[in-house]
């Protein structure tokens, strides 16, 4: 896996992301990983992606106390994959949160984005 120059998704990677699971990883305090699929993570712009947090959970407490956000999107039959690292933003009952929630269906969400940091192929 190759870090590539870029911290900008290509037109090519944001369609990979339309099109395949994508897993969240981040750790506790303790360093201990957590790993886990985020259905509705997608591609917010070039340089963002976006979930809607609904379990509020584990990621959440991770991300909520610092962790920096690893996320993946594989294809297995083809070895593909593109590995992002970023900065994770979280909004809480604010005006932000409570647009793009209700617009993905489920209001009492809160909303993740994602600054990408570094991206990896």
Excluded: C, W
Excluded at 58 to 77: C, I, Q, R, T
Excluded at 90 to 97: P, R
């Amino acid at each position: 896996m190759k870090k590539l120059d870029s911290n900008k998704l290509t037109d090519k990677q944001q369609e990979f992301f339309k099109t395949h699971l994508a897993y969240l990883s981040t750790v506790d305090e303790n360093g201990e990983p957590q790993v886990g699929p985020k259905q509705s993570m997608r591609v917010l712009d070039d340089g963002h992606l976006i979930y809607l947090e609904k379990t509020k959970a584990h990621a959440y407490e991770n991300l909520k106390n610092g962790s920096k956000a690893a996320v993946v999107v594989a294809d297995v039959p083809t070895h593909t994959n593109v590995r992002i690292k970023g900065t994770a933003h979280i909004h809480e009952d604010d005006d932000y949160q409570k647009k793009v929630a209700t617009e993905g269906g489920a209001p009492q969400a809160y909303v993740v984005v994602i600054d990408i940091e570094e991206i990896y192929e």
